[in-house]
């Protein structure tokens, strides 16, 4: 990519696009003039996720996302893809290849979480997390850099600002965005001399199933309450926030290596 005001002509895959961040970061990347493959799964092994079931639905809702896609005037394409399985990874990359003929950008927004103490937690518990938070970030980037090392293209990461705090219950889930953001910053220097940016975007609280149906619930406070307790803007953040930092990174070709917060100031308020 040359432009660095648009994403015209572009090709982007962004995965767990069929939850709330993952659609702000898809329809901002179609604003921005992309073509976009909506990738999500509607099945997973295991029920330790924030659904709490194996059924997510995720490529059923990303569908949806695509119609979205589409409307705002460029190409939108589905793959149904578990970022665990590195044969269906393959396969997903090089099926938005042979659609499209490029990849510029990847995006490697899935993610699941569950609240436990380390006590108390089972290893499949533990698994399911560090898998498809950092296996999930892996597999796609090693899958798509050949194809981004012709287009000079872009890898964008969601992390959280859990990958800079811990929290108790959350111990693989911290651990697993603490990982990502280490990752992000070792392809960083790995991909700069093929002239690919990689970087990560830490949401603060979005009003998301993670919320809703995971943290909310073990807080003894509503989500209102917890937004405005936290967050010293006194407000929460949106997938368009996700979306916007999502095309800044992708059209900013001397910004690499880097983790910004979108929590309204949540990592500022220490005491």
């Given amino acids: 990519m040359t432009d660095e005001s648009s994403l015209a002509g572009a090709v982007s895959i962004v995965t767990g696009a069929g939850g709330q961040i993952g659609e702000g970061i898809a329809l901002a990347l179609a604003a921005a003039g992309s073509d976009v493959v909506v990738a999500d799964v509607n099945a997973l092994e295991t029920a330790y996720n924030q659904q709490s079931s194996r059924e997510v639905g995720g490529a059923t809702r990303a569908r949806e996302v695509a119609d979205r896609v589409e409307e705002r005037g460029r190409r939108a394409h589905v793959v149904e893809c578990d970022v665990t399985k590195a044969d269906q990874v393959r396969a997903m990359v090089e099926e938005t ?27 499949e518990e533990w698994d399911s997390v560090m898998d498809v938070n950092v296996k999930g970030v892996f597999l796609p980037s090693r899958a798509a850099i050949p194809h981004l090392r012709e287009s000079a293209g872009s890898i964008v990461n969601t992390a959280s600002i859990a990958g800079s705090i811990g929290a108790a219950g959350l111990g693989h889930y911290c651990a697993s965005k603490h990982a990502v953001l280490g990752l992000t910053k070792s ?85």
């Fill in 97 to 123: 290849v042979s659609e499209f003929g490029r990849l510029d950008v990847l995006v490697n927004n899935a993610g699941v979480i569950t609240v436990a103490p380390i006590e108390e937690m089972a290893e």
């Fill in 187 to 271: 392809l960083a220097l790995e991909l700069a001399p093929d002239d690919v940016t990689v970087n990560a975007i830490c949401p603060g609280i979005v009003d998301t199933p993670m919320w809703e149906q995971v943290l909310t619930p073990t807080l003894e406070e509503s989500y209102e309450e917890t937004v405005k307790r936290v967050i010293p803007l006194g407000r929460d953040q949106t997938p368009e926030d996700m979306g916007r930092l999502a095309v800044f990174y992708a059209t900013n070709r001397n910004v690499t290596g880097q983790a910004l917060a979108v929590d309204g100031g949540i990592l500022q308020n220490v005491i």
